[in-house]
């Protein structure tokens, strides 16, 4: 944990940390574009389970795509790529917020998801 808080530190310097317990929660702001809004972030993790990101403020549009129930981010396709404790949160998942924002804020403009996603449907059997 101590090495996540140090790149954290060092890679977004304005993230605040708080730990209570097992649980550590780091807050700052992303900014995707320059005429875009600052987006407050929410990164929680414990050692034994998977980082949730959440954006705290402003909310997002009714209905926006590629989020959980939860209101996290869905930010990769568990069959494509796994969360490992030897990853480092400040090189995978805070970039990744940053580019589901952009693609986010193209949603907004244009109504369809432009960024990547593994998200499709399966093709209908043809029998």
């Given at each position: 944990?101590?090495?996540?808080?140090?790149?954290?530190?060092?890679?977004?310097?304005?993230?605040?940390?708080?730990?209570?317990?097992?649980?550590?929660?780091?807050?700052?702001?992303?900014?995707?574009?320059t005429?875009?809004?600052?987006?407050?972030?929410?990164?929680?993790?414990?050692?034994?389970?998977?980082?949730?990101?959440?954006?705290?403020?402003?909310?997002?549009a009714?209905?926006?795509?590629?989020?959980?129930?939860?209101?996290?981010?869905?930010?990769?396709?568990?069959?494509?790529?796994?969360?490992?404790?030897?990853?480092?949160?400040?090189?995978?998942?805070?970039?990744?917020?940053?580019?589901?924002?952009?693609?986010?804020?193209?949603?907004?403009?244009t109504?369809?998801?432009?960024?990547?996603?593994?998200?499709?449907?399966?093709?209908?059997?043809?029998?």
């Amino acid at each position: 944990m101590a090495l996540q808080n140090f790149l954290m530190a060092k890679g977004f310097p304005g993230f605040s940390y708080d730990r209570q317990g097992g649980l550590v929660t780091w807050r700052g702001t992303l900014q995707p574009r320059t005429c875009s809004p600052e987006y407050q972030i929410q990164v929680q993790y414990s050692i034994r389970t998977t980082p949730k990101v959440k954006v705290v403020w402003p909310p997002l549009a009714l209905k926006a795509p590629h989020l959980y129930h939860d209101g996290t981010l869905c930010l990769y396709w568990t069959d494509e790529w796994r969360w490992r404790p030897d990853q480092i949160i400040a090189q995978t998942l805070l970039p990744w917020a940053a580019l589901w924002l952009y693609f986010y804020e193209l949603w907004l403009d244009t109504g369809e998801w432009l960024g990547p996603s593994s998200h499709q449907t399966p093709p209908a059997d043809k029998r």
